[in-house]
């Protein structure tokens, strides 16, 4: 699990009038908590053994991964100011993605995963200008993926696999420079894969199986460098895969199997990803 028990920030906030001071996160930040684990069904959960805390006691972790949580996602959580990771994994919470979690503007991990959230995807959450992992995968997810998603600079994983996820792929996710795996298969995308996402440097992986995407590869994926892992089976595309395929030396799972019209040229053989389910007949 990402490390989330982690130093506090040393600045605070001086006030002009001590009578208006709002309460500080020490003093709010245990009964958010307590009020969102009696609205997720969990009040008996001691509260020691799910949070972390920074030098000055406020909550910078909240982990309640499989402890059968149901119910709403409390937008209460966006309060928790100095929360850096939050994982709610492998429960059954129902009910929409609060958009009030796009205020955590301290939040590098969020683990939402595998649960039984519906609707869209907040265009809120791009305001996580720092955070490095969104974890959304295996929900009941729909609508289109926000371009807004593309703002997070740090961002290196952007799971949204297995959901229900329509329209296109934003090209706007090119901006992701940090990004080192996408993961949208299994959902109902549409259209051509964006040839702007040729210019993500630190790509490892790119799913985009199990959608309805169409049209031809992009000669741009061929400046994926550190491409290892590249997966488009059970799509409609078509065409030939790019002789220059063979520039990405790193690659080595290559799965596009399932797509008609899609073929490869018999020259790539001796690349290590090379089907002979894929070959064209000249």
């Not at 684990?37 to 959960?45: E, N, Q, T, V």
């Not at 979690?101 to 200008?129: M, T």
């Not at 031809?216 to 994926?221: D, E, G, R, V, W």
Request: glycine letters at 8%; hydrophobic letters at 35%; a negative charge.
């Amino acid at each position: 699990m990402i490390g989330l028990l982690l130093l506090g920030w040393g600045s605070q906030t001086t006030w002009g009038s001590q009578s208006a001071l709002p309460p500080t996160c020490q003093q709010q930040d245990p009964l958010l908590v307590k009020q969102a684990l009696a609205a997720m069904g969990r009040p008996d959960l001691a509260m020691e053994t799910v949070t972390g805390w920074d030098t000055e006691q406020c909550v910078i972790g909240l982990v309640l991964d499989r402890q059968n949580l149901t119910g709403r996602i409390p937008p209460t959580l966006g309060q928790l100011s100095r929360l850096q990771g939050l994982s709610l994994s492998h429960n059954q919470l129902s009910g929409t993605i609060p958009p009030e979690l796009g205020q955590l503007s301290k939040l590098e991990n969020l683990f939402l995963d595998y649960n039984q959230l519906q609707g869209s995807i907040p265009a809120e959450l791009g305001n996580l200008k720092g955070l490095r992992g969104l974890f959304l995968d295996h929900n009941q997810l729909s609508g289109e993926i926000p371009a807004t998603l593309g703002q997070m600079p740090l961002l290196q994983n952007l799971v949204l696999q297995n959901n229900q996820l329509t329209g296109t792929i934003p090209p706007p996710l090119s901006q992701l420079m940090a990004l080192e795996g996408l993961f949208l298969n299994n959902n109902q995308l549409s259209g051509t894969i964006p040839p702007q996402l040729g210019s993500l440097p630190s790509l490892k992986a790119l799913y985009l199986s199990h959608n309805q995407l169409e049209g031809s590869l992009p000669n741009s994926l061929i400046h994926l460098s550190q491409l290892r892992d590249l997966r488009l089976d059970h799509n409609q595309l078509s065409g030939r895969i790019p002789e220059e395929f063979r520039q990405l030396s790193r690659l080595t799972i290559f799965q596009a199997h399932k797509n008609a019209g899609l073929c490869v040229s018999p020259s790539l053989q001796p690349l290590p990803w090379f089907s002979t389910d894929l070959v064209c007949s000249e």
